[in-house]
């Protein structure tokens, strides 16, 4: 299940490290989104949410953040761990059950 | 508990043969969705249903492709005929409520020679 592949912007963290995955969302109207996590070869993977009422919100070793004023959403991922290596994907939904997905960053967990 | 469950996990045809793919949703989850991805275009949203009415089929790419949702628990995604262009990874994802989170398949890889 590879999504994007070769122009698929990609981190590359030091186990243990936390990470910082941005989004620019296209729609000021979107009023939920998430994060997704696809591995190789799997579907996509629901991480965390947040809806538009609130500018962030935390889970465990996630947090999100969103900034409606700049319309950008990051995902912190705290103390990287190699299991953490995957594609990650926003999704926004502008309030119809359709969700534009972005196209998605790489992260590398490094050892 | 069992996750959407899809059916081939992978499908490798000639251009021109029918493809049929399956999709098993969550157990009371009244909303289905077809998506298709790619390098190029990333991920597609094709249709989705509402207790097992399609609501929107906007993104359905042209009149090859149909889906139908006879009942609760499965879901069809057709391609007749199929194209080398069609080659992609389909998914199938369910939600209880339109407004929450999808829960993914783990795909369909279609390949049309």
């Known amino acids: 299940g590879e999504s994007v592949g070769l122009h698929l912007p990609t981190l590359s963290v030091q186990e243990g490290d936390n990470s910082i995955i941005n989004c620019a969302y296209s729609?000021?109207?979107?009023?939920?989104f998430i994060w997704y996590k696809q591995e190789s070869g799997k579907g996509p993977q629901f991480i965390i949410d947040?809806?538009?009422?609130?500018d962030k919100r935390q889970g465990q070793r996630v947090t999100v953040l969103l900034n409606k004023t700049v319309k950008h959403l990051s995902l912190q991922i705290a103390a990287t761990q190699p299991g953490d290596s995957a594609v990650y994907f926003c999704a926004e939904n502008t309030g119809t059950y359709k969700y534009i997905f972005g196209t998605g960053t790489r992260l590398k967990v490094l050892a | 508990d069992a996750g959407v469950i899809q059916s081939p996990r992978h499908e490798v045809t000639e251009m021109g043969q029918e493809v049929t793919l399956r999709c098993k949703p969550i157990s009371g989850h009244d909303y289905l969705f077809w998506y298709r991805q790619t390098m190029m275009r990333g991920l597609e949203l094709l249709i989705y249903f509402n207790n097992n009415v399609p609501i929107d089929d906007s993104g359905m790419p042209e009149d090859r492709f149909s889906a139908k949702m006879p009942n609760a628990s499965f879901s069809t995604l057709k391609i007749q005929p199929s194209e080398p262009r069609d080659s992609a990874v389909y998914f199938c994802a369910s939600s209880l409520t339109g407004g929450q989170p999808q829960h993914f398949g783990d795909g369909t890889r279609l390949s049309i020679l």
């Open positions: 947040i809806r538009s009422n609130m």
């Open positions: 729609n000021s109207a979107s009023d939920y």
